[in-house]
């Protein structure tokens, strides 16, 4: 024991925990003397609040029944100051083998407990700081998981825990800018795709008005030209016909002037039948007198004559008939040739007539050889124009295939900025101009030419004659 009192504090207990006696380790460490504790009860030494436990009554229960006990104890010196005891109590037996007293050997362990106490003070402090950022940042964390880019954190943090808080709320801040200008850029992007949209199907309908103008402007040039180019052909023909004709004009007037001169051999010759026919109608009176002075000698020879006056009388008969006939001849003669000097008036005038005829003939020709040059200009003029229509049909079918693919293009980009739109648009960055900015991202008035391109002068290409030209128009 006087070893043991060398190194640890002792002291020694009745049954009931009244103090005996105690070395100076012990009194040292507790702060008493001896003689303020010898008696008192070892409750001295204790919170009162332990002391009036059920354990604490258990653990000398335990000491009179022979039972040691050795752990850690936390007791109170002099004055109230903590003490830690690394200690074990220890049943003494008398010599009926039953305990007489129990003795306590303690080491003070006081700032090793405290040091302990501190630092699990410390760690206990430096977890619930943890825990507390923990706890902040995953607020924080699911606000903006939530869109909330205002999510700050504005609890009191100290050390490494407020540069983690300062750091979080400058990566917010930095991300609230980004999106803001993401936003403003979704807003300008969205309302570029809306325009671009509308006046892809603006541009889409008009090319597809052009495309059918356009045709039905080729299918009646196609008339137009094959209508103009029967008239050329019908012109054409006309000038043969006319040439025919002027021809034909040609040889009528020189069978008329043959004519002519056909009938002023008839009138002469119907002169000279005239002048015969008087000879004869002399001849007839001559022979009409010898018959008759033939009649009177053969009535004078009496019988003998009368054979012979027979012959008279016939003679006369024939020579009266042949006067009779040259007579009517002579008259047919004199009309005939009356209706011949009416035929060679007649035909004189025909000539003439035809005369003039040819000469109008001839400038007809003319005129339908001009009608026909005409026409034909018209003609090849015509199939150039339908040529290059043709080309600009074609040149606005490939447009408008374009057009489409472009208003696919601008239809593809529209869903995909009011895609973009609707997923930053979750987001709240805190400033008002964003709640109107989203609001106005979800509708863009439709119809008509965007207000981007009303005013605008917009460069038309055209295919004509084979080759390009530029043209200015306005919507």
Same mark, same amino acid.
């Given at each position: 024991?006087?070893?043991?009192?060398?190194?640890?504090?002792?002291?020694?207990?009745?049954?009931?925990?009244?103090?005996?006696?105690?070395?100076?380790?012990?009194?040292?460490?507790?702060?008493?003397?001896?003689?303020?504790?010898?008696?008192?009860?070892?409750?001295?030494?204790?919170?009162?609040?332990?002391?009036?436990?059920?354990?604490?009554?258990?653990?000398?229960?335990?000491?009179?029944?022979?039972?040691?006990?050795?752990?850690?104890?936390?007791?109170?010196?002099?004055?109230?100051?903590?003490?830690?005891?690394?200690?074990?109590?220890?049943?003494?037996?008398?010599?009926?083998?039953?305990?007489?007293?129990?003795?306590?050997?303690?080491?003070?362990?006081?700032?090793?407990?405290?040091?302990?106490?501190?630092?699990?003070?410390?760690?206990?402090?430096?977890?619930?700081?943890?825990?507390?950022?923990?706890?902040?940042?995953?607020?924080?964390?699911?606000?903006?998981?939530?869109?909330?880019?205002?999510?700050?954190?504005?609890?009191?943090?100290?050390?490494?825990?407020?540069?983690?808080?300062?750091?979080?709320?400058?990566?917010?801040?930095?991300?609230?800018?980004?999106?803001?200008?993401?936003?403003?850029?979704?807003?300008?992007?969205?309302?570029?795709?809306?325009?671009?949209?509308?006046?892809?199907?603006?541009?889409?309908?008009?090319?597809?008005?052009?495309?059918?103008?356009?045709?039905?402007?080729?299918?009646?040039?196609?008339?137009?030209?094959?209508?103009?180019?029967?008239?050329?052909?019908?012109?054409?023909?006309?000038?043969?016909?006319?040439?025919?004709?002027?021809?034909?004009?040609?040889?009528?007037?020189?069978?008329?002037?043959?004519?002519?001169?056909?009938?002023?051999?008839?009138?002469?010759?119907?002169?000279?039948?005239?002048?015969?026919?008087?000879?004869?109608?002399?001849?007839?009176?001559?022979?009409?007198?010898?018959?008759?002075?033939?009649?009177?000698? =053969? +009535?004078? %020879?009496? /019988?003998?004559?009368? *054979?012979?006056?027979? &012959?008279?009388?016939? @003679?006369?008969?024939?020579? $009266?008939?042949?006067?009779?006939?040259?007579?009517?001849?002579?008259?047919?003669?004199?009309?005939?040739?009356?209706?011949?000097?009416?035929?060679?008036?007649?035909?004189?005038?025909?000539?003439?007539?035809?005369?003039?005829?040819?000469?109008?003939?001839?400038?007809?020709?003319?005129?339908?050889?001009?009608? =026909? +040059?005409? %026409?034909? /200009?018209?003609?090849? *003029?015509?199939?150039? &124009?339908?040529?290059? @229509?043709?080309?600009?049909? $074609?040149?606005?079918?490939?447009?408008?295939?374009?057009?489409?693919?472009?208003?696919?293009?601008?239809?593809?980009?529209?869903?995909?900025?009011?895609?973009?739109?609707?997923?930053?648009?979750?987001?709240?960055?805190?400033?008002?101009?964003?709640?109107?900015?989203?609001?106005?991202?979800?509708?863009?008035?439709?119809?008509?030419?965007?207000?981007?391109?009303? *005013?605008?002068?917009?460069?038309?290409?055209? @295919?004509?004659?084979?080759?390009?030209?530029?043209?200015?128009?306005?919507?």
């Amino acid at each position: 024991m006087a070893a043991i009192s060398r190194s640890q504090a002792v002291i020694e207990f009745d049954l009931d925990g009244h103090i005996l006696d105690a070395n100076d380790n012990l009194l040292k460490t507790m702060g008493y003397s001896l003689e303020e504790i010898r008696g008192q009860h070892h409750r001295t030494f204790m919170d009162p609040a332990e002391a009036a436990s059920s354990a604490y009554a258990d653990f000398w229960r335990d000491l009179n029944a022979g039972r040691f006990v050795a752990t850690k104890f936390r007791r109170l010196a002099k004055g109230g100051g903590e003490v830690w005891l690394q200690a074990s109590y220890n049943p003494v037996m008398g010599p009926d083998g039953r305990p007489a007293k129990v003795i306590k050997l303690a080491v003070d362990i006081t700032a090793a407990e405290q040091e302990a106490a501190r630092r699990e003070a410390e760690r206990l402090s430096a977890e619930a700081a943890q825990n507390a950022l923990v706890e902040a940042l995953a607020g924080s964390l699911a606000r903006l998981s939530d869109g909330d880019m205002t999510a700050h954190i504005h609890q009191e943090m100290s050390g490494a825990h407020g540069r983690v808080k300062d750091d979080f709320n400058s990566a917010v801040d930095s991300l609230r800018q980004t999106l803001g200008q993401v936003l403003a850029s979704v807003s300008g992007l969205r309302g570029g795709s809306d325009e671009i949209s509308s006046a892809s199907d603006d541009l889409s309908r008009r090319t597809e008005q052009q495309a059918a103008s356009l045709e039905e402007t080729a299918a009646a040039l196609d008339e137009i030209t094959a209508t103009v180019q029967r008239s050329a052909e019908g012109a054409r023909r006309a000038a043969t016909v006319a040439g025919e004709a002027r021809g034909e004009t040609d040889r009528s007037g020189e069978v008329v002037r043959e004519a002519v001169a056909a009938m002023d051999g008839i009138r002469k010759s119907s002169d000279q039948i005239s002048d015969i026919i008087g000879v004869i109608d002399e001849i007839a009176f001559q022979t009409n007198l010898l018959a008759l002075n033939a009649g009177v000698e =053969a +009535a004078r %020879a009496g /019988e003998s004559g009368r *054979g012979f006056a027979v &012959v008279a009388s016939e @003679v006369r008969a024939l020579a $009266q008939r042949s006067a009779e006939a040259a007579k009517e001849i002579k008259t047919l003669i004199s009309a005939s040739a009356v209706e011949v000097a009416q035929g060679v008036k007649l035909v004189g005038e025909a000539g003439t007539a035809l005369a003039a005829i040819a000469g109008k003939v001839g400038e007809m020709d003319a005129l339908v050889a001009e009608i =026909a +040059a005409s %026409a034909q /200009e018209q003609s090849s *003029g015509l199939s150039q &124009v339908n040529q290059a @229509v043709n080309q600009m049909d $074609q040149v606005t079918q490939q447009n408008a295939a374009m057009v489409e693919q472009t208003t696919a293009a601008a239809a593809n980009l529209k869903t995909e900025a009011e895609g973009l739109a609707q997923l930053v648009g979750r987001f709240r960055t805190g400033a008002e101009a964003n709640a109107g900015m989203v609001r106005r991202l979800a509708v863009t008035p439709r119809g008509g030419p965007p207000p981007a391109l009303e *005013g605008q002068r917009v460069r038309l290409r055209a @295919v004509v004659n084979g080759g390009l030209s530029e043209e200015w128009t306005e919507f």
